[in-house]
């Protein structure tokens, strides 16, 4: 008898629960150290298979996409209705993170003898990720750095917003030198892109035991003692993050879409899913494109736009994270926040989210920036470390459900979103 097969979903799901198992017995039998060593590379492997393709597939899909709009005006159009949506999200995540932490107040009755510990500790741990924090950016700052002075460069470190604005100026260059000489230039890029494609359809057939790999060293090593100690702030932070996806993004697609919202919610689970094992809305886009193309109905060239771009700046989990964990160290030091030093957390927030890359961890250099400019000590990050990665993969996950409801929206006012029965049917 021949066992059906199961949708990719439902392997990542697995592979997910039993990372959980394996990391748990690890954790609590003493055998950490060969999950670490022997599980741990599997899922490494498939983070770096997976990055592998983002910079080549990124600047191949944003250069075609642009030329295949044709319209210079319908692109600026596109453009500003995915920057405006992505701008609007990010603010209400910081609010509503904001609003928790003061509601909620996380940081305020630790224990005497907890707090002086994580403090001590503090100093020592917190160096490495705040150097690099020395001023927060301003728009200025943030404007000059998009425009690369060397594209190789960009292309070398992975500086997403170089890339993409190097991208765009070439495909509107393109799309404005005629077709006769553009056409040999579009048609290598569009083979690069479906090559890219195409590697991403092989990668992700490993996917579930990547995810089972990463999930279950993620939890060998981080254990479950320290996540008592901060399970109000972590709560706080995820309950944010649950009300931002469901709520938002949920009324966004009801309200600017033709799309149903559990069509949606199903058909970018397995983003989801990835997003989460790897804490990585980067490494997550070739997944996220495919989820959103095939299952959502979105067209190719909306995509290829919007979410690149979301990739790179839209950030609504790290920024809503941003907002409470500012709120939660200041009240660990015994600071309060004023209604001015808070309006600064959403400002600061909303224009360090826009340059934070899509990694793990990015979120932690940010955060720094966000307390530097409300004078909260920097060395209070290390207090939020312990449970670092498991926030960082909750909010990745909220990241890359709002790139992909981003791109459902934008497609529906452009009239190229695809609510038939074949969408719905290639879910799962």
Do not use: W
Request: net charge positive; proline share 4%.
């Amino acid at each position: 008898m021949k066992l059906p097969r199961l949708p990719l979903y439902t392997k990542i799901l697995i592979g997910l629960l039993a990372g959980v198992v394996v990391g748990i017995l690890a954790n609590q039998l003493g055998f950490s150290d060969f999950v670490s060593n022997y599980i741990k590379p599997i899922g490494s492997a498939f983070i770096r298979l997976i990055s592998m393709v983002v910079v080549p597939l990124v600047f191949a899909s944003l250069l075609v996409g642009t030329t295949s709009l044709n319209d210079i005006r319908k692109l600026g159009r596109i453009g500003a209705k995915t920057v405006a949506y992505f701008l609007c999200t990010t603010t209400i995540a910081i609010s509503l993170g904001l609003f928790l932490a003061n509601v909620f107040r996380p940081g305020v009755g630790l224990s005497e003898e907890a707090q002086t510990r994580l403090i001590q500790n503090s100093s020592e741990q917190a160096g490495a990720p705040t150097e690099t924090a020395v001023k927060r950016p301003t728009v200025k700052d943030i404007l000059l750095n998009i425009i690369p002075t060397n594209p190789v460069q960009a292309f070398v470190e992975g500086r997403m917003l170089q890339i993409i604005f190097f991208a765009l100026l070439t495909g509107i260059c393109l799309s404005l030198i005629g077709s006769e000489r553009s056409q040999p230039v579009i048609r290598f890029f569009e083979a690069i892109n479906e090559v890219m494609v195409q590697m991403v359809h092989i990668i992700i057939k490993i996917a579930p035991y990547g995810v089972f790999a990463l999930i279950s060293a993620v939890i060998a090593d981080f254990g479950l003692s320290i996540l008592f100690l901060l399970l109000k702030y972590s709560a706080v932070v995820i309950a944010g993050l649950a009300l931002h996806v469901t709520i938002v993004y949920s009324l966004a697609i009801r309200i600017f879409s033709k799309q149903k919202v559990r069509t949606f919610f199903k058909g970018i689970r397995p983003a989801q899913l990835i997003a989460f094992s790897s804490g990585s809305s980067s490494a997550t886009l070739p997944v996220t494109m495919e989820c959103t193309e095939k299952d959502l109905g979105v067209s190719r060239e909306i995509c290829s736009f919007a979410l690149p771009l979301g990739a790179t700046i839209n950030m609504d989990g790290t920024a809503l994270y941003q907002g409470v964990s500012a709120v939660f160290i200041a009240q660990v030091y015994g600071m309060g926040l004023t209604v001015t030093q808070q309006l600064i957390v959403v400002l600061t927030a909303t224009l360090a989210s826009i340059g934070t890359a899509g990694t793990p961890g990015a979120g932690v250099i940010t955060l720094a920036i966000v307390l530097k400019s409300i004078g909260v000590p920097l060395e209070g990050i290390a207090i939020i470390l312990g449970v670092e990665r498991i926030l960082d993969m909750c909010r990745s996950m909220v990241n890359v459900t709002g790139d992909a409801s981003c791109a459902v929206v934008v497609a529906s006012t452009e009239g190229e979103l695809l609510v038939p029965a074949e969408a719905e049917a290639g879910v799962g």
